[in-house]
C-alpha cells in the first residue's frame, strides 16, 4: 500500500503505519452514536451555586493561590479569522455594489464602532487616496472592505483572531491575544506575580504573536504589576490525519499522500506537554474589555475553587485506598462520592467483588479533573452536557456536539432536546495526581469519538478526518463536574459585526 516516499513521509512526520491503518478503518466504518442515559441539568451534573457556595469556593481559591501553584491559561488561537468574514467575502463577490443584505447594511452603518476603524481609515487613505467615509460617500464600498481584508491592507481576512483588534480603549485599542493577557493577570496570577499564558499557533502565523508579544508585553506587565511567561506551540505533524477517496484508499494529490490538521483535538498533545497544576482553557474570541471582566474574572476564580476542592478530595481517597487501611464505609463513602460529587456510575457496581471494586474505584479516581462552566441554553452553538456511557460499562458527564448523538433515535432525540446548558469552553483542569506526577492525556480519549467530513482537492472528492474534539472525545475518560456560570461570561466573536453587539463596544 505504502511506498518508499509514503514511509519517509510517515517517517518525518512521526506517524506510525499502524495509525494510518487505524484511521482508515475509521473512514469505512465509521464512528458510532454514544449512548446516552441523560442530559445534564441542575442537579444532576450540573452544578448551581448560591452566593454562600460561591464565595466559599473563591476563598478556597484564594487560599489555594497561597501556595504558589504554578498556573497556565492555555488559549486555543490556531487558524486564520477568515470564517469571521464570510459575509464580507460574500459581498466582495457579489454582483451589487452597495450593502444590500442587513449584515452588509450594519457593518457599514456602525463602521466608525469598530476597534479597528482608525486602522482601516489610513489603510484607506493610502491606498485609495480616500478616507473610509469619503470612499462610501462615493459608492466605493468594496474598496473599504478590500482594505479591511486584503494585504494590501490590514490583511484581517488571513491573520488570526488573536491578531485583530477587538476593543477599543480611551488610550488605545486591543486585540484578542492582548485580552487574553490582561484577563491572565485579573485571575491566573499566583502569589509571586508570575502569569503563565500559553497560545496554540499555526506556524504562518506565529511571528505575529511574537512580534506582538515583544511590542507590548512590558507595558501590560507595568499596568497589572506582574510577570508574564508567554509561550506558544504549534499543532503537531504527527497529530496529522490522512485524507481518503471515496473507496476509503490513501487519497493521493499528485501522487503523494495527503495529510490534513486533525482539528482541534489534536491539541490535547498540546495541553500534555504543558507542566501545570491548574491550567485555564478558554478560546481565543470569548474576551470582553475592561469593564466588564469582573464577572468573567469571578467565575473564573470559582470553578477553580470547586477544582480545588474536589481534587483535595478525590487526592485523599486515592492515598486511603491505596494504603489497604480502609473500611467497607471508607469504600461506601468514595462510591457515593464518585456517584453524587462527580456524577460516574456503574449499573453493575453491587455485583462487584471487594478487591474488584478498589481497583474499579482507584481507576476512576485516577484520572485528570475538569471543572467546565456551563451556560443556558440560548441558542449559541456549542457542545452540551450528558451523562454518556463508556467502555467499561460505566457512565459519567461528557460533552458531546450532535455529530455524537443519533438524533434519528427518539429516545435520544428526546434528550438532546431536553438540554438545558451548553459549553462555551470555559474549562479549568488539573492534570497531575497528588504526588505531584503527570497524567499522560492521551490515554484518557476515547478515540471513538472522532468524526469525518467531505472536501475537495484538486477538483476531486475526499473524506478527512477530524480527531476527538479536545473538551469532547479527547477528555471523554476525564473526571468531570460542570457548574452553571453566568451567560454574561460567554461572548464569543464568530461573525465581524458580533463586535458591534454592546458587550464588544
Known sequence: MFTQDDLLLLQQKGISEQQ?????????????????????????????????????????????????????????????????FKNLFEFLDADYTEPTTDFEKKFFDRIDRFAFFADLDAACLENEGKGVKALMAAGNYKAVVSNLLSD????????????????????????????????????????????NVHFTVSHEHLPYF??????????????????????????????????????????????????RPGGHGALIENLNDID???????????????????ETVRFKKIIGGVLVSLKKQIDA??????????????????????????????????????????????????????????VKNVGEPGGGPFLAYNADGSYSLQILESSQIDLKNPASKALFDKSTHFNPVDLVCAVKDGKGRKYDLPQYVDKNTGFISFKSKSGK????????????????????????????????????????REQHQ
Request: aromatic share 10%; glycine share 6%; proline share 5%.
Open 20 to 84: 494510518i491503518k487505524e484511521q482508515l478503518h475509521c473512514f469505512e466504518t465509521g464512528f458510532p452514536y454514544l449512548k446516552l442515559e441523560a442530559s445534564a441539568s441542575l442537579g444532576n451534573g450540573i452544578l448551581a451555586l448560591d452566593a454562600s457556595a460561591a464565595d466559599h469556593y473563591l476563598e478556597v481559591w484564594d487560599e489555594y493561590l497561597a501556595t504558589n501553584p504554578s498556573i497556565v491559561k492555555f488559549v486555543p488561537a490556531s487558524g486564520a479569522a477568515s470564517r469571521m
Open 152 to 195: 494590501k491592507g490590514l490583511n484581517y481576512g488571513s491573520l488570526p483572531k488573536g491578531m485583530l483588534k477587538f476593543h477599543h480603549y480611551a488610550a488605545t485599542d486591543r486585540t484578542a491575544m492582548e485580552e487574553h493577557l490582561a484577563e491572565g493577570a485579573m485571575y491566573a496570577r499566583n502569589e509571586a506575580g508570575d502569569v
Open 210 to 259: 511574537k512580534k506582538l508579544v515583544a511590542d507590548k508585553q512590558a507595558a501590560y506587565e507595568k499596568e497589572y504589576g506582574v510577570k508574564y511567561h508567554i509561550s506558544f506551540s504549534e499543532q503537531k505533524p504527527s497529530t496529522d490525519t490522512i485524507a481518503a477517496d471515496m473507496e476509503n484508499k490513501p487519497f493521493r494529490d499528485k501522487g503523494k499522500l495527503l495529510f
Open 276 to 294: 501545570a497544576d491548574v491550567i485555564f482553557i478558554k478560546n481565543i474570541d470569548n474576551v470582553v474589555p475592561d469593564r466588564i471582566k469582573p
Open 317 to 374: 481517597y486515592i492515598a486511603l485506598l491505596e494504603s489497604g487501611k480502609y473500611t467497607m464505609d471508607d469504600v461506601r463513602d468514595v462510591i457515593l462520592f464518585l456517584q453524587q460529587q462527580l456524577f460516574t456510575r456503574h449499573p453493575d457496581i453491587k455485583k462487584m467483588e471487594d478487591a474488584e471494586l478498589v481497583v474499579y474505584l482507584l481507576k476512576k479516581l485516577r484520572r485528570p479533573l475538569r471543572v467546565c462552566g456551563m
Open 461 to 500: 472528492e475526499l473524506k478527512a478526518l477530524e480527531l476527538p474534539g479536545l473538551w469532547n472525545g479527547a477528555m471523554s475518560d476525564w473526571n468531570t463536574l460542570f457548574v452553571e456560570v453566568p451567560i454574561g461570561t460567554f461572548n464569543p466573536v464568530k461573525t465581524v459585526n458580533d463586535l458591534l
